[in-house]
């Protein structure tokens, strides 16, 4: 298509100016942010700086950054069009956008983890929402203004462009119809509602998009076998108290028990060279580990000890001496496996000593850093 403005031809280019290829743009967009983010990164130390601090930098330096032009290839993202087409395994698409990508890679470096560690984890940890969904309101309210141009017939050239995109039907005006549909969707509405709002409602599309995404999380954790400790006690998106209470050495060996990006065996025995099935990956303080070749010649019904999160927090003999150090409330919740209790404000400092100190016993040669 060739488009003019007062009859001169305008450029075609390979990145989005005015027209182009808005994989493109999100990629550029993404490489800005990096710039930005390490330019942060430069002048921040985790370990001194609280990480709600950190997360709210990112808010204010890297993601306007990030989502310059969002009302122009928001509805191109991988995000919106699961939204709108209601994609099966949707967080592999959610955090495949470039721009979310970004977002992921600043809340591991905060919180401390390694870049392995579980998307959806991260989420719930931090209690974000993805980037792209926090623009949706931003960009709800830029169609609503296009539509008010339109209804007054104003005489400019977004109006112009807006109606053609309309006329014409294309990818973004109807993109964006069909996003609208299933975030704001008119038949929920009685005759009298409708007419009295003709407009998408920028707050309900909001509030819409998150509890989708809420939804998709809670489907990754019920199905990942990677979280089927942290699905245990982990129900909602919120920021933890270990996040806000405990210092930044201790607060990661909580994070990394919690998402399962710990050195244990049930961990490394998951990848690689290491690959194991899961009745094989074997404590090494409760195992004979000599006799693992008659231990692989038994059924999966006959499970030696794995070593897993359950394991080292209430059985392993090796951390027996720092168990005593626990409060007897909470040695009586890790008995019963009742992990809420043990992460709350009022006990997360203490339980995240003691798992700090359980990291550097088990892994000495790595000062705690599992």
């Known amino acids: ?37 390490f330019g942060m990164k430069k002048y921040i130390c985790t370990s001194s700086v609280p990480k709600e601090a950190v997360f709210k930098l990112f808010d204010s330096l890297i ?24 994609t099966p395994s949707r967080m592999p698409h959610i955090t495949s956008d470039p721009i979310e990508k970004l977002h ?25 929402i993805p980037v792209i969904l926090s623009l949706v309101k931003q960009f709800v309210n830029f169609f609503n203004r296009l539509s008010m141009l339109e209804s007054t017939a104003t005489d400019c050239i977004v109006r112009h462009a807006f109606s053609e995109q309309k006329r014409l039907r294309l990818p973004w005006y109807t993109a964006t119809v ?11 509405y009685t005759k009298d509602q409708r007419r009295k709002n003709t407009l ?11 509890k989708w995404f809420k939804q998709a999380w809670n489907e990754e954790c019920q199905t990942n076998r990677k979280l089927h400790f942290y699905c245990s006690f982990k129900k909602n998106i919120q920021i933890e108290p270990y996040i806000t209470e405990c210092s930044y050495k201790t ?11 710990h050195g244990l065996n049930i961990e490394t025995g998951r990848y690689g060279n290491n690959y194991k099935k899961k009745h094989l990956r074997c ?33 392993c003999p090796l951390y027996i001496d720092i168990r005593k150090d626990l409060d007897s409330t909470i040695q009586e919740n890790i008995s019963q496996e009742v992990w809420d209790p043990i992460f709350q404000k ?25």
């Not at 990145?15 to 710039?35: A, E, N, P």
């Not at 600043?106 to 989420?123: E, P, R, Y």
């Not at 998408?200 to 998150?210: G, K, M, R, V, Y």
Request: glycine letters at 6%; proline letters at 5%; one cysteine or more.
């Open 200 to 210: 998408p409602n920028s707050l309900l599309c909001e509030h819409n998009a998150e």
């Open 63 to 86: 993601r306007p950054v990030a989502g310059y032009g969002c009302q122009i290839w928001l509805p191109g993202t991988r995000l919106i069009k699961c939204i709108i087409q209601n």
């Open 1 to 37: 298509l060739l488009y003019t403005i007062k009859f001169e031809a305008m450029k075609m280019v390979k990145t989005f100016t005015l027209s182009g290829s808005m994989r493109q743009t999100l990629q550029i967009l993404r490489q800005k942010g990096l710039r930005a983010y």
């Open 251 to 261: 607060g990661k060996a909580v994070a990394k028990l919690r998402m399962s990006c």
């Open 346 to 370: 009022e006990n997360v400092t203490k339980t995240a000593n003691i798992m700090s100190r359980m990291f550097k016993l088990r892994f000495p040669k790595q000062d705690s850093d599992c």
């Open 283 to 315: 404590c090494p303080t409760c195992t004979d580990m000599n006799a693992m070749e008659y231990i692989m010649e038994l059924p999966e019904e006959h499970n030696p000890i794995v070593e897993d999160e359950v394991h080292v927090l209430k059985d």
């Open 104 to 128: 992921l890679s600043s809340l591991k470096w905060s919180i401390g983890v390694s870049k392995q560690t579980s998307n959806a984890a991260i989420d719930g940890e931090s209690g974000r």
């Open 178 to 188: 069909r996003l609208l549909e299933r975030l704001d969707p008119r038949d929920a």
